[in-house]
């Protein structure tokens, strides 16, 4: 069979990477397929991190979705069957309200597009938001709702699959910090200082929280192993790409901070990642 996905396990093995890369109760910022229905898939037939919320970028634009989101009842975190990163946190009490607070009413009457004035944005509190073109469609003014509504109340991350969308549409770089597969939102510009440095390719980095996450973690061996004929997926190589993307970023924040062993173990994941991409 030449596009075998036998013992394939990438699938799987990256939405508990995913998942487990945000915080107790966080809101997690999705792209589309590929990036969420694993997701999906994970929290409802094996029960990970249930209480993660999950918000799809491309199904944002439907009238469902957003109905489905201001309805979800957030489940309680399974501290048990948490990475072990999250088993000593300081977890917060289970959200009650819906991650939207717009009414039903008011979720089915969001324009599919807006027009808004050029260079513009709203702030909340300390939280400034610039819009990067002058049209916003019905998923950004989601997504602004889901900010405005939960922005030092509950979590909230993007998913690097997400690419520059937060940075172009939004204009968050000041507000991002990134830790491994995602970039949490911050109630006021990041200064760099402690374990948190500005690195290039991506941004603003906790490096103690992106170690453990790139190391005790994640499953790199399996994003990594050797396949005979490389990935055969390639409409959804862009999601193991992710690996290479990240672990590449994050070996030369390694490497700037002097921990030089970490980043030529980074490095090296991303590289085997490249060839498995590119055949193998």
């Known amino acids: 069979v030449t596009a075998s996905r036998a013992h394939e396990t990438m699938a799987r093995d990256f939405a508990y990477d995913m998942l487990q890369s945000v915080e107790p109760y ?4 999705t792209a589309g397929d590929n990036d969420t229905f694993p997701l999906w898939y994970a929290q409802e037939v094996e029960g990970i991190r249930r209480d993660v919320t999950l918000a799809n970028l491309s199904l944002m634009n439907t009238e469902w979705h957003l109905r489905q989101l201001r309805r979800r009842e957030t489940p309680e975190f399974d ?6 990163i999250w088993r000593d946190y300081p977890v917060p009490p289970r959200p009650t309200t819906p991650v939207l607070s717009l009414t039903e009413a008011e979720v089915d009457s969001l324009p599919e597009a807006m027009q808004v004035p050029a260079k513009g944005g709203i702030r909340f509190d300390s939280l ?9 469609l019905r998923q950004d003014l989601a997504t602004i709702f889901l900010i405005r509504d939960n922005i030092g109340k509950r979590p909230i991350f993007f998913s690097w699959s997400d690419g520059g969308y937060p940075d172009q549409t939004l204009g968050l770089s000041p507000y ?3 830790t491994g597969f995602v970039r949490k939102v911050m109630p ?22 992106n170690k453990r996450l790139l190391t005790e973690v994640y499953h790199w061996q399996t994003a ?5 004929r490389g990935w055969v997926d390639q409409p959804s190589g862009s999601i193991l790409q992710l690996y290479s993307v990240v ?4 070996a030369r924040a390694f490497e700037a901070a ?7 173990q980074a490095d090296s994941v991303a590289r085997k990642v490249t060839a498995e991409l590119n055949g193998g």
Do not use: E
Request: no cysteine; proline share 3%; aromatic share 4%.
């Open 26 to 29: 966080g809101i997690l910022i």
């Open 79 to 84: 501290r048990a069957n948490a990475a072990a």
């Open 128 to 136: 400034q938001l610039g819009f990067g073109q002058d049209v916003l």
């Open 176 to 178: 991002l910090v990134s």
């Open 188 to 209: 006021r510009p990041v200064v760099a200082k402690d374990s948190i440095v500005l690195s290039q390719g991506l941004g603003y980095v906790d490096l103690a929280r």
């Open 224 to 228: 990594a192993r050797d396949r005979p």
């Open 247 to 250: 672990y590449g970023g994050s």
């Open 258 to 264: 002097g921990d030089t062993a970490l980043a030529a």
